[in-house]
């Protein structure tokens, strides 16, 4: 090969190698770019997700909060109106039928108003315990298992109706729901429970 043809060889080589590095770094910088901005946009989006989470946790910690007040409220109409013994200075029975059908009512309108921020468990749970709830309510509203004389029921049922709705309230049914709702709300505001303690109970 004549020493002409080498020299332009080597020259359309170097061309060549130029070439090939120009394009590398062409396509390096692309590819660079490229990614870069599906990151920027993952991290954009990873951002929006953590602020909904976080918006979403605390419009959940506020309905939980909300909730379980008003359960507690209506808990403790509920036991005055049903425990066995009445004082003689307390309101009369009428009365604490309306105050537990208020804060009966309040509780059952703010958790169907918000249900949606609440899993599927704590609202079987909760509803659940409205039931409960209902069926001791209706004894003395409605079948006046309360009022001697003019009850539903007769003498002998009507104390064995108020006794069993009393264990209901306060070491039977509602208890156990309760304590169960309760463990459903800490897991939700992420309130870890200690192995053991009487709330895994």
């Known amino acids: 090969m004549a020493i002409g043809e080498w020299i332009n060889l080597i020259r359309d080589l170097g061309f060549l190698s130029v070439g090939a590095g120009l ?8 590819i660079t770019q490229y990614f870069d901005k599906q990151l920027q946009q993952y991290q954009t989006e990873l951002e929006k997700e953590k602020i909904r989470f976080s ?12 909730l379980f007040t008003k359960m ?3 808990e403790e109409d509920m036991r005055s109106l049903v ?3 009445q004082g003689t200075g ?5 009365e604490k039928i309306k105050q ?10 703010y958790y169907e108003k918000n249900r949606v921020y609440l899993p599927p468990d704590v609202c079987e749970t909760t509803e659940e315990m409205l039931g409960e709830f209902k069926e001791v309510f209706d004894d003395f ?5 309360h009022e001697q004389g ?13 006794v069993e709705d009393w264990e209901k309230i306060d070491d039977d049914t509602v208890p156990e729901l309760k304590r169960e709702l309760e463990n459903h709300f800490r897991e939700l505001l992420g309130v870890e429970l200690r192995q053991g303690s009487d709330q895994d109970t």
């Open 141 to 145: 509203a409605i079948y006046r298992v």
């Open 55 to 66: 918006d979403l946790h605390t419009k959940r910690g506020e309905v939980v909060g909300e």
């Open 23 to 30: 394009l590398y770094f062409i396509a390096k910088s692309a």
């Open 72 to 74: 507690v409220d209506f």
């Open 150 to 162: 003019t009850s539903a029921f007769d003498p002998i049922e009507r104390m064995d109706v108020w």
């Open 100 to 109: 537990a059908a208020d804060s009966g009512e309040s509780f059952r309108e």
């Open 90 to 94: 307390e309101i009369p029975q009428h």
């Open 83 to 85: 425990k066995p013994f």
